[in-house]
């Protein structure tokens, strides 16, 4: 127990009032191969921070993504925190570079994932 609160989940919503509001944390799933749209598009939208994580494989609704010779690629994920003025533009921007994608290679895609995030530390 801390400052009166039996856990920090508790202890959250007096934390957010007093330090600030919440933001959204975006996961940008993404080929490698459009990385440096995307990170033009994490430019544009003026995002300050993100992570970014090489070397994802995995299945999804574009199918497998294993980095073989029978099923090639490599996939890469941001992780970004913005405001929401920031999560519109940005994905409007990825949603582009993902149609543009699209129209060329039919069955590919790129994935954004959000939800609410609080910085305590």
């Known amino acids: 127990m801390r400052d009166g609160h039996s856990t920090w989940q ?3 919503p007096t934390y957010v009032q007093q330090h600030g509001s919440h933001a959204t944390m975006l996961v940008i799933v993404y080929p490698r191969n459009v990385e440096d749209p ?3 598009a994490l430019r544009l939208a003026e995002v300050e921070g993100y992570t970014v994580s090489n070397g994802w494989h995995g299945i999804g609704n574009s199918g497998p993504v294993l980095g073989s010779t029978t099923w090639p690629g490599e996939n890469a994920v941001i992780l970004t925190a913005v405001s929401q003025e920031q999560s ?3 994905v409007d921007m990825i949603r582009a570079i993902h149609d543009q994608r699209r129209a060329v290679l039919p069955g590919t895609g790129m994935s954004i ?3 609410p995030c609080t910085q305590l530390l």
């Open 113 to 115: 994932f959000a939800f």
């Open 38 to 40: 995307v990170l033009e």
């Open 88 to 90: 519109v533009r940005l």
């Open 10 to 12: 508790d202890a959250l």
